[in-house]
């Protein structure tokens, strides 16, 4: 199993970024997909899911109505569009699978979020 993510960087407050999250080794339509993030200091913390079906997400409320997940089964790929960034919002980003019990991550994308 690979995920790896791409697509950080500096942006300013206000501004939008899209993260990007390639899958391997396993059968990307059949799972459900997560984003986390780690600010520094902080405890990983979720920031939403997609479902297998593509048709159902949830958002932790601190995100809500500013970022959306999606998923391009075809493509094995997993993607965040992060509107209305906050200097909040700065921290390393990790895409995540449950694959039976045992969790596999990628090694993270650093989002920047300052003037």
């Known amino acids: 199993v690979q995920l790896v993510e791409s697509g950080g960087g500096l942006v300013q407050p206000g501004g939008s970024l899209r993260l990007r999250c390639a899958a391997s080794?396993?059968?990307?339509?059949?799972?459900?997909m997560s984003w986390y993030r780690q600010a520094p200091g902080k405890e990983r913390e979720l920031v939403g899911v997609i479902f297998s079906a593509a048709d159902s997400t949830n958002y932790a409320d601190s995100v809500k109505g500013r970022f959306t997940i999606s998923r391009d089964n075809a493509k094995n790929t997993l993607y965040l569009q992060m509107n209305s960034l906050k200097p909040e919002d700065t921290a390393v980003y990790y895409c995540?699978?449950?694959?039976?019990?045992?969790?596999?991550w990628g090694i993270g994308t650093l989002v920047t979020v300052s003037s």
């Open positions: 080794g396993f059968t990307f339509s059949s799972y459900a």
């Open positions: 995540n699978v449950d694959l039976y019990g045992m969790d596999y």
